[in-house]
């Protein structure tokens, strides 16, 4: 028997590079760890708006990802998730450009840099 993994589907940006090397969070004492950095100065801001954001690979070695919440899917471990019709319709150029800048405004509200460009992707969570 394998280990299972929860699978996150979402259009957006993923980096594969852990949160702290991501996170260039204070150092002064105010945060304990970069995940507590992610939380409170990106996930908080994009609490209430279509943005969903979290962190992939594992508990030990978070990755975050940072992802329109219309097209975040998640299989928890062990089961599975139907994907919804909406995913495999064809987005419009202009509101893709839309929601990429969504996307990029909160970025740069919290002083991080894109991985490259957004799109479709898929990764694991372990933890």
Known sequence: MGQSTDAILAW???WDVDLSSVAFYATDGEYDDAYDWWHE????????TDIECGTHCS?????????LSSTYVRAWRGG????PQRHF???HADVLAFQK???????KEVGIEPPGEPGWFLC???G
């Open 41 to 48: 100065n990106v996930a908080e801001k994009a609490y209430g």
């Open 89 to 91: 319709k064809v987005l």
């Open 80 to 83: 599975h998730e139907d994907i």
């Open 124 to 126: 694991s969570n372990w």
């Open 12 to 14: 957006g940006y993923c």
């Open 59 to 67: 508990g030990e070695y978070p990755m975050p990802y940072i992802c």
């Open 101 to 107: 800048k969504q996307l990029d405004d909160l970025l």
